[in-house]
């Protein structure tokens, strides 16, 4: 797929660009009617982007090198136009590079699913012996309960789950409070 900046301009697209210049900055020499051909042969194989960008900034006074009050010479315009076509060559040259660098990696990483990122989770609080403490319905609701978190426990948000502090799994449980002791 091409560019469609790159697209030549046709000569009806030409004229139409030219008569906005014309009705904003008047030739300084002769009427846009006896100049036209000089224009046109100057706009010969310029894309319609580049002519319109041109013309656009030219009205503007954004080119420095072309006069403010008066259009400027069918050289001037051509080499603006070409100075712009050149611009926009770059530019899609540029976007090119970047879309062909290459992956570096030495084995580019496959994107992990839902399932299999709960299930690192998983496996990652319980090789650091994490406690579950409570789960949640969402982050507001962790933070209501933070004050029942102790000191490093963390909030798995992919699991809607806070865990204890590293080794709270292995730590010894209080003894569970029976009514019935036996006598």
Do not use: N
């Amino acid at each position: 797929m091409t560019d469609g900046r790159l697209r030549e301009a046709t000569t009806a697209e030409i004229s139409t660009a030219l008569g906005k210049l014309f009705r904003a900055l008047p030739p300084r020499k002769a009427s846009p009617g006896e100049l036209e051909e000089s224009y046109l042969i100057a706009c010969h194989k310029c894309t319609k982007h580049a002519i319109e960008t041109v013309v656009v900034k030219a009205i503007r006074g954004e080119l420095a090198q072309l006069s403010k009050s008066f259009a400027p010479s069918p050289a001037e315009l051509s080499t603006a136009i070409r100075e712009e076509m050149e611009f926009v060559q770059k530019q899609i040259a540029l976007a090119q590079e970047r879309m062909q660098l290459e992956d570096k990696r030495p084995v580019a990483a496959p994107a992990k699913l839902l399932h299999e990122r709960v299930a690192d989770a998983e496996r990652e609080m319980a090789s650091e012996g994490r406690a579950l403490l409570f789960k949640v319905l969402s982050h507001a609701d962790m933070l209501s309960r933070r004050r029942e978190m102790p000191t490093g426990s963390v909030y798995r948000a992919i699991l809607g789950a806070v865990y204890g502090p590293p080794g709270s799994a292995s730590a010894a449980q209080p003894p569970p409070d029976d009514d019935d002791i036996p006598w």
